[in-house]
């Protein structure tokens, strides 16, 4: 194993309620190496800014086993980003040298033998980066991602930690929301937004509402297939000739054949990245819509953040993976690994069996992975079996609350007196 002494560990992007889990799986495995464990506060930003945390002091791992073993599980079961988020764009490296120079000054100055960043997309894009970065200028301080998103969007692994919670939560809502919705003998139609800018997985958990109450929603619409609203609006009119309640799950990001959104694209502002920061109104376009036209009673329901930090509805085995690839990330930065992100690779849905796996992470970073043609129906307005069977383990299993006087318990917010400011 490579000699290291102190690993620094950082999240980015959305929050989600597995993302912790991956933090409590590096902090463990750490800690069990007698590594000295810092973390970024507020991602790669904060850490450029001089924020940086003791997680071994801040987590009060060295009092007891008991303390230690407590606040990990805590740690593990609170939602969010306990050490804070960013949305911060590297340049490239050799486009800006002093920006890198800054990273290799506090790097120095900390003493920081590796890094490792939990985050999707954009983070992996950091990930790759600070990698090539590194390797480009022989610096020599391994940089490994580990993965999560509630959006599952990323390539190179099956599923990402974040999502099995927030499907599972996508899930019962929209089997709760039919049947609230079935209790009047009128007409109505109810649309439930779910989170997605380009891919709908979360989108297609809705679907599994159809295991839990025994009604599948009527239409799911992603955003793997441009919508005819006219088309949209033929095919509601005919449900509602045959049933009262007409269920429908929207991706926020579904779009027009031209590739126009459903919502004012004018009221939402860009990140660093360029997404659209605040995705959302699909469904209430749609919902005045079917009013308007069919005249008939209609809701929208937008889940929004609700379905990343609802740890009550949290997956045991997303939360089981998340720690697990977070573990995963030290062994492999202790292998001398580096410019990779751990994955899961799937070897069976039934029973459900995966392994870890390991993937370059250039091979990842800006690409999004789509729900494949085979998950999706043949009129585009639903998801198939196929769908259903990749769906079903990962919104498996509830993880057991910690309750302490009849209500969960969460880890505190960081204390800022842990934090080493440059």
Not at 5 to 23: D, E
Not at 58 to 78: D, E, G, I, V
Not at 192 to 208: C, F, K, S, V, Y
Not at 295 to 317: F, G, P, W, Y
Request: contains cysteine; glycine residues 10%; negative net charge.
């Amino acid at each position: 194993m490579r000699k290291i002494k102190t690993i620094l560990v950082g999240q980015s992007g959305g929050p989600t309620a597995a993302i912790n889990a991956s933090l409590a799986g590096v902090i463990r495995t750490a800690y069990s190496h007698n590594l000295h464990i810092l973390g970024m506060r507020n991602g790669i930003q904060g850490f450029l800014e001089g924020r940086v945390v003791d997680l071994t002091q801040a987590l009060n791992l060295t009092s007891s086993p008991h303390t230690a073993k407590q606040n990990l599980r805590l740690l593990r079961n609170t939602p969010s980003s306990w050490l804070g988020s960013c949305r911060f764009k590297l340049p490239e490296p050799g486009e800006n040298p002093s920006f890198y120079q800054r990273v290799t000054s506090r790097i120095n100055e900390l003493g920081i033998d590796t890094i490792l960043y939990i985050g999707g997309n954009d983070s992996m894009d950091t990930t790759d980066k600070l990698s090539r970065y590194f390797a480009n200028t022989d610096i020599d301080v391994p940089v490994v991602g580990i993965p999560k998103t509630i959006d599952n969007d990323l390539e190179g692994t099956d599923h990402t930690p974040g999502f099995g919670s927030a499907a599972r939560f996508v899930a019962t809502v929209t089997a709760e929301l039919t049947c609230d919705g079935g209790v009047y003998d009128t007409k109505n139609v109810t649309f439930i937004e779910a989170m997605g800018r380009e891919a709908g997985w979360l989108t297609a958990a809705g679907a599994l509402a159809g295991d839990i109450c025994g009604t599948a929603p009527d239409f799911v619409l992603l955003p793997e297939v441009p919508l005819d609203e006219e088309v949209l609006l033929a095919r509601i009119k005919a449900r509602l000739a045959e049933k009262n309640n007409v269920m429908v799950v929207v991706s926020e990001g579904v779009h027009r054949a031209d590739g126009s959104f459903l919502f004012d694209t004018g009221s939402v502002a860009t990140d660093t990245f360029g997404h659209f920061a605040a995705q959302s109104g699909t469904a209430a376009y749609l919902s005045r819509l079917t009013k308007t036209r069919l005249d008939v009673k209609s809701r929208s329901i937008e889940l929004n953040t609700l379905q990343r930090c609802a740890s009550h509805m949290a997956s045991k085995v997303d939360l089981d993976e998340a720690e697990a690839l977070g573990a995963a990330g030290i062994e492999a930065v202790l292998r001398g690994e580096t410019g990779i992100m751990v994955g899961i690779r799937r070897l069976a849905d039934t029973p459900y069996t995966t392994e870890i796996c390991t993937v370059p992470v250039a091979d990842v970073a800006n690409k999004v992975k789509l729900v494949p043609a085979e998950m999706i129906s043949s009129d585009g307005f639903n998801v198939t079996e196929a769908a259903l069977r990749y769906l079903r383990p990962l919104a498996a299993g509830a993880e057991e609350p910690i309750i302490v006087d009849g209500l969960p318990r969460f880890l505190g917010a960081l204390d800022e007196r842990h934090t080493l400011r440059a």
